[in-house]
């Protein structure tokens, strides 16, 4: 979960810093967002799913979220690159 939500995130960045409309960036997250989803090899729906259930125990959400931000931190210490261990 970590990781998709970390690739989400990245996505929406990238997106939300192209120079095009509003509706077309709408579009094309779309198309990206299923991209992470076929990544980590999980429907949308199964991801609204475990979305659902981590809204609902906000101290699982905010360790998940905590992950999250140390991912995001540490790939933009790394230039974006991001490294397989």
């Known amino acids: 979960m970590v990781m ?5 995130h990245v996505t929406e960045g990238k997106v939300s810093a192209l120079p095009i409309p ?5 579009v ?4 990206l967002e299923r ?4 990544k980590h090899q999980v429907s949308d729906s199964v ?10 125990d906000a101290a699982k959400m905010d ?3 905590a992950r999250v931000i140390d991912s995001l931190t ?4 790394n230039n974006g690159k991001e ?3």
């Open 35 to 38: 991209e992470v989803f076929l």
């Open 28 to 31: 094309l997250y779309k198309l």
């Open 83 to 85: 490294e397989n261990i």
């Open 47 to 56: 991801f609204t799913q475990s979305m659902r259930f981590y809204l609902e």
């Open 4 to 8: 998709i939500l970390k690739d989400i």
């Open 74 to 77: 540490v790939l933009e210490s």
């Open 22 to 26: 509003y509706d077309s960036s709408q």
């Open 63 to 65: 360790r998940i979220y």
